[in-house]
């Protein structure tokens, strides 16, 4: 009986132990980097309205001579390419970003996207996946890249 008793007790010590430890995990991830919010870094760009963030990162980039730190956020949607350019093309102005390199064809389901507000260039990839009817929008920001580095 004695035997009986230690082993539940162990049992539940370790679903105790395990459960505290997700929960610990969980509350440490959400620390370091929230769902649904870029980088700390990343400077006031609106997502767009009907997607989720994915994936959010500072890169050191030592290939470019000007900037050497850029911000990288990734969003994913259910909205097709052209809607989101199309939210991008006017949402973005509003926050002093002008259009540099508009996309080659407004209905296609990939669209690139250029914005600039000086001396930093925004570059939004926005690619449709048609087999899991899901969107992707990465939006790369290169402070102190001027629009010239775009051509080499």
């Known amino acids: 009986m004695k035997q009986k008793n230690s082993l539940f007790k162990n049992i539940f010590l370790a679903i105790l132990l395990v459960t505290a430890f997700v929960v610990v995990f969980i509350l440490v991830a959400n620390t370091l980097n929230p769902k649904g919010s870029p980088v700390q870094e990343f400077p006031d760009i609106p997502p767009f309205p009907e997607s989720e963030l994915t994936n959010s990162n500072v890169?050191?980039?030592?290939?470019?001579?000007?900037?050497?730190?850029?911000?990288?956020?990734?969003y994913q949607s259910t909205k097709k390419a052209p809607e989101i350019s199309a939210w991008f093309r006017v949402e973005l102005p509003r926050y002093g970003w002008t259009l540099a390199v508009p996309p080659s064809d407004l209905?296609?389901?990939?669209?690139?996207?250029?914005?600039?507000?000086?001396?930093?260039?925004?570059?939004?990839?926005?690619?449709?996946?048609?087999?899991?009817?899901?969107t992707e929008i990465t939006i790369v920001l290169r402070p102190g890249l001027v629009r010239e580095d775009l051509k080499n």
């Open 107 to 134: 209905d296609m389901p990939i669209q690139e996207l250029y914005f600039e507000k000086r001396p930093e260039i925004l570059n939004i990839s926005i690619v449709e996946n048609p087999n899991s009817k899901i």
């Open 59 to 74: 890169i050191m980039d030592k290939t470019v001579k000007v900037a050497e730190k850029r911000f990288e956020v990734t």
